[in-house]
């Protein structure tokens, strides 16, 4: 990985090629990179952010064909998630003196991630400098982009910005800038994913940090995943893409998608019978039923989190909702998500506790569960279909009045 950004920022992070999975959740098919950078100014040198600690001997290789660990003045921490913060345990215990710059959250998450009440810490504020001689870090509060303890630091002299995950992505090339990237559509499609994963969830955030850093000269974003975004290649490029991710176009009419899976048949009729219950109140609302074993569970959660409501049904299968229901179930944004309507339905044959178990799930996730759910126990009746029908309808007056 070439290490040079400009005369005195250099990339000293290091490469996960194969991993395929990150923090659990986040698919990583073209792998990620632990970014870390050393700013070098006339009187002090300053580390910012350190790598996962499966790689700490890698990376204190990469830092020391820069600068002496000991001669490390600061470490900057703009996130401390320790896929950042897992190797200052072992920085610290070669060199005790490092001043870790980070924000007040992050000063607490950090004693507890390390369990170090040793930490030689210094709580930094929105806008508040630190002198390196002839460079300065000049520091952005940027809470929930996309933790609590989250900031930006800006080295004006360098025009350079550095980001931590915000304008990051998993992708791996053994290269350290944009416009070496030699797959681009794979580098896209994993910005996606990294967006969709990490940040869906604080779009206002979002907005929010990109305002923060519209006004600045920016010749580098330096984030600590993926590769470093540049003026004249893709920095306005991926910019504009988080802005317009996190600003998606409101439909004026509204989506209810249903989601239901059927074992033979009897959910499926039911799924339908409240579909035309809802069309009945709201004729110009856009209803759309998901088998949900047929789909890919990242696609249905994008109609999820777009809906202004939605259903979900499932039969009873020895005691439980069928499992792809608990894998959409799964991918719920609880924080987008939080007061949305939502109903639950299933056919069942003797005990039928799917559809208290589903509601129970979206509860837990503080959205809003109508009143009542709609069961039938085996084939639904003409009776049955009526009643779901009558059941679509309730739901649909209820999410009109929340609509209005
Ligand atoms: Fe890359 Fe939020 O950690």
Redesign the pocket.
């Known amino acids: 990985m070439k290490n040079k950004i400009t005369d005195s920022i250099f990339s000293v992070g290091v490469l996960n090629p194969n991993v395929r999975i990150a ?1 659990v959740v986040v698919k990583t098919s073209n792998g990620t990179t632990y970014n870390s950078y050393v700013v070098k100014g006339s009187e002090k040198t300053a580390l910012i952010e350190t790598v996962h600690k499966d790689y700490f001997d890698k990376y204190l290789k990469n830092v020391e064909e820069i600068s002496d660990i000991n001669k490390i003045d600061y470490l900057v921490m703009n ?1 401390n ?1 320790p ?2 913060s897992g190797a200052i345990q072992k920085l610290v215990e070669l060199n005790p003196k490092i001043t870790i710059l980070t924000s007040p959250a992050g000063a607490i998450y950090l004693k507890n991630i390390t369990n170090n009440s040793n930490l030689n810490l210094k709580i930094v504020k929105n806008d508040e400098y630190i002198d390196l001689g002839n460079k300065t870090l000049r520091f952005i509060s940027a809470p929930f982009l ?2 609590p303890d989250s900031m930006l630091t800006y080295v004006e002299e360098e025009k350079t910005l550095f980001t ?2 915000f304008l ?1 992505c998993h992708y791996c090339e053994p290269y350290g800038f944009d416009f070496e990237i030699t797959d681009k559509s794979a580098f896209l499609s994993s910005l996606k994913t990294y967006f969709d994963c ?1 940040f869906s969830p604080f779009k206002k955030y979002v907005t929010s940090g990109i305002s923060k850093i519209k006004n600045l000269d920016i010749s580098f974003v330096c984030p ?2 993926g590769p470093v975004l540049t003026k004249d290649f893709m920095l306005d490029q991926v910019i504009e893409t988080y802005e317009k991710w996190s600003n998606p176009q409101r439909e004026e009419d509204p989506l209810i998608p249903i989601f239901y899976c059927s074992a033979y048949g009897n959910t499926k009729q039911i799924a339908k019978a409240i579909s035309r219950g809802i069309q009945n109140q709201i004729p110009n609302s856009k209803v759309s039923l998901y088998n949900v074993a047929e789909f890919d569970p990242s696609d249905l959660c994008d109609k999820l989190n777009k809906s202004s409501a939605f259903l979900v049904g499932s039969p009873t299968i020895n005691k439980d909702a069928a499992a792809p229901i608990w894998t959409l179930l799964a991918t719920i944004d609880a924080i987008n998500n939080a007061k949305k309507l939502v109903a639950t339905f299933g056919s069942f044959g003797w005990s039928g506790e799917a559809a208290s178990q589903i509601a129970g799930r979206l509860k837990s996730l503080k959205l809003s569960t109508f009143d009542e759910n709609f069961r039938v126990c085996f084939t639904p009746t003409e009776k049955d279909l009526e009643n779901a029908t009558e059941f679509g309808e309730k739901f649909a007056k209820e999410l009109l009045k929340n609509l209005n």
């Open positions: 923090d996130h998630e896929d950042h996309h933790w931590c995950d990051g990490i600590s995943h």
